[in-house]
């Protein structure tokens, strides 16, 4: 994913991240599950994987889970997996490949009702979805939902892979390395780390950080948090 031009304006941009999901839900479905995207076919997939698995979860929930890869990767060693995810178009593909419990779900009704997707999981993961800028406001609310102990794991964007100024804010994905013209623009809220790690506590306690990088990269083209819950 590269960041490109500043959005124009902040109202609306939330309402436009989500529906571009829904929009570019073919034409993302295809990029993933034909391996279209080079990044992830060569490191960051196998990355997140692995980063869940190093605990041996026998539950997960899959935020922004879009068309289901992660928790069917996972569904040989997870036993309890559930996915959820904003854009209809995506849970259904999600639902015909199966492999876990996918629920047609937006981080604000989850939010509002942090426990409605079920609680007690060992680990939460969000594969490149937390991408609003209220994503603060639900890694806030989420610890109620992880047993004591438990993580959430989020894999991004790499603070410095995206070549731009170096400054938390809304930017626009035009999606121009994805080989097709019809994408939907998509804005996303890019964080420096330094507001990532301030946005993950006092709620989590970040615990490793990985960079993953592809085979022949120089720079990294991800990093991974891993963060435990904070307090009882
Ligand atoms: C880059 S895709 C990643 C999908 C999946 N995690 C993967 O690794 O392929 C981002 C996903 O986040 C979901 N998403 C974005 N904003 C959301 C919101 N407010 N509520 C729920 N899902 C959201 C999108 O629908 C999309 O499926």
Excluded at 20 to 38: H, P, T, Y
Excluded at 142 to 161: A, C, D, E, M
Excluded at 174 to 197: A, C, H, Y
Aim: hydrophobic share 40%; proline share 6%.
């Amino acid at each position: 994913m590269t960041g490109n031009t500043a959005a124009e304006g902040e109202t609306g941009n939330s309402d436009r991240l989500v529906q571009s999901w829904r929009a570019n839900a073919k034409r993302w479905s295809s990029a993933v599950s034909e391996g279209k995207i080079a990044s992830r076919k060569d490191a960051t997939d196998a990355a997140i994987v692995s980063t869940v698995l190093r605990h041996q979860p026998k539950s997960i929930l899959d935020l922004g889970c879009g068309e289901g890869w992660l928790c069917r990767a996972l569904q040989p060693h997870v036993t309890h997996r559930v996915g959820i995810d904003a854009s209809p178009e995506l849970v259904e593909a999600a639902r015909s490949g199966g492999g876990a419990n996918f629920i047609e779900l937006s981080y604000e009704a989850l939010l509002a009702n942090p426990t409605v997707a079920g609680i007690a999981f060992d680990s939460i993961v969000a594969n490149f979805s937390l991408l609003d800028e209220k994503a603060d406001k639900l890694i806030a609310a989420l610890p109620v939902v992880v047993q004591p102990g438990g993580r959430l794991i989020i894999q991004t964007v790499h603070p410095l892979s995206t070549g731009e100024v170096y400054r938390t804010g809304w930017r626009t994905e035009q999606f121009k390395d994805f080989g097709s013209e019809d994408w939907v623009p998509m804005p996303w809220f890019f964080r420096t780390l330094e507001n990532w790690i301030s946005i993950l506590g006092p709620a989590w306690k970040l615990e490793k950080l990985e960079e993953p990088r592809m085979a022949a990269g120089e720079l990294p083209v991800s990093m991974i948090m891993t963060a435990t819950k904070g307090g009882p």
